[in-house]
């Protein structure tokens, strides 16, 4: 039986067979998986724009979001998408704005006051704080907070910056992507 086995022969078979198999594994997660839950995405109000990439088991969100009043709802939408679609924990999320260096600069100059809300539930504060800083800056904001982030987005002269930080022990920042 050994005797007529032809290695070149299964290594070819092995090959292909493995490549049938990544190809179909490929298609299976574009076209069943990441396709369907883009196109839901899109359908959420605010979302101009979903990618989808994977790298290493984990999978990024990139969204890119409208100019509106309130995004937290949409990104709350957006990411249980993510979650149910993907699990917990095995996605991150981040979300394109259309920042300047000026929006950024403010950004930076509040992050103390954000995280010093955050860890003494001091929302209220944090609000009239953020209050003074663009009354200073003469731009539009909005602060909102849930269980489970806090959601500030800066508005001025057609520029918008969103942020999201979690709550919580961690206190990780998933930053807005708008450069």
């Known amino acids: ?80 998408l993510a979650k149910e679609r993907f699990g917990e924990g095995n996605y991150s999320l981040e979300i394109k704005d259309t920042r300047n260096q000026e929006l950024e600069e403010v950004y930076r100059g509040l992050q103390l006051y954000l995280y010093q809300g955050i860890a003494n539930n001091s929302f209220l504060w944090l609000n009239q704080e953020i209050n003074k800083v663009a009354r200073e800056h003469q731009l539009k904001y909005k602060l909102s907070v849930d269980e489970d982030n806090l959601y500030l987005q800066l508005h001025k002269q057609g520029h918008y910056l969103y942020e999201v930080i979690k709550r919580g022990d961690d206190n990780s920042s998933e930053p807005a992507v708008g450069r």
């Open 1 to 80: 039986m050994w005797k007529d086995f032809k290695a070149p022969v299964a290594v070819i078979a092995f090959v292909v067979t493995l490549g049938v198999a990544m190809a179909g594994y490929s298609l299976y997660n574009r076209y069943l998986i990441e396709k369907p839950v883009q196109e839901e995405m899109s359908r959420v109000p605010g979302v101009q724009e979903v990618e989808i990439n994977r790298e290493n088991h984990k999978v990024t969100v990139t969204v890119t979001m409208e100019d509106m009043e309130d995004f937290a709802p949409s990104y709350r939408d957006v990411d249980k």
